[in-house]
């Protein structure tokens, strides 16, 4: 049972353009929402969280917007950068156990 | 090292070999966790240790899968007769205490199994 859909399944953008990424869960328990950074070769790692009672976060070029209502959180990245291509998790937490989504592969362009 | 070391990096293993990966957690940290990432999928949850205690086991895939953290802070991951479809990255992470929610989770770079 996937209890938290990612897409897309890939992104090309430009640089310097927005990269958005959306995420959708079904588990009203969960009450920690982070996004993962990921590349070849290395471990995820955690780039920006939010909790449901804020509808947004932004940490430098990074956003994550969230509606509890709809279940639904997604990533902003601003002025989209070459070294921001890797792969990027959502995920959403009860208690200690993370459950990914399936994965954005996002390739910025020069 | 600051981070989460894993060992070995990369393994491949011959159908019905056991292997046993390896955990080195972020010193002090209480928190320890085993995921399993097919390729091209989001890290599956296998199982979590608070210090020496394993309370949850509920994503080993089978009971091929076994994890033990005997003095609550080097684990290991041991895979008995190993199978095609045990072939993945399987990623440990730790964390300083139990709530994820209240603190980040830390990732080794993971070991990649190979089964042939």
């Known amino acids: 049972q996937q209890q938290v859909k990612q897409s897309p399944q890939s992104l090309i953008v430009q640089k310097g353009g927005i990269s958005i990424i959306n995420c959708a869960y079904e588990?009203?328990?969960?009450?920690?929402f982070p996004w993962y950074q990921q590349f070849p070769g290395k471990g995820p790692a955690l780039l920006i969280a939010?909790?449901?009672?804020?509808s947004e976060k932004k940490e430098g070029r990074f956003t994550i917007s969230f509606n509890k209502s709809a279940k639904q959180f997604s990533l902003h990245i601003m002025d989209s950068q070459p070294g921001d291509s890797a792969t990027y998790f959502c995920?959403?937490?009860?208690?200690?156990?993370?459950?990914f989504g399936s994965g954005t592969r996002l390739l910025v362009r020069p | 090292g600051a981070g989460v070391s894993q060992s070995p990096r990369y393994k491949v293993a011959k159908r019905g070999q056991d292997v046993a990966l390896r955990c080195d957690p972020i010193s002090g940290h209480v928190s320890l966790f085993w995921y399993q990432q097919a390729l091209g999928q989001g890290p599956e949850f296998l199982t979590y240790?608070?210090?020496?205690?394993?309370?949850?086991k509920s994503g080993l895939p089978s009971d091929r899968f076994f994890a033990e953290r005997p003095e609550g802070s080097v684990s290991t991951l041991k895979i008995q007769r190993t199978q095609q479809e045990d072939s993945a990255v399987y990623l440990c992470?730790?964390?300083?205490?139990?709530?994820?929610?209240?603190?980040?989770?830390?990732f080794g770079q993971g070991t990649r199994l190979t089964v042939v």
């Open positions: 995920a959403a937490v009860s208690s200690y156990k993370l459950i």
């Open positions: 588990n009203t328990a969960f009450d920690y």
């Open positions: 939010i909790r449901p009672d804020v």
């Open positions: 240790f608070q210090n020496e205690a394993q309370l949850d």
């Open positions: 992470a730790s964390s300083l205490v139990g709530r994820t929610a209240n603190t980040e989770a830390f």
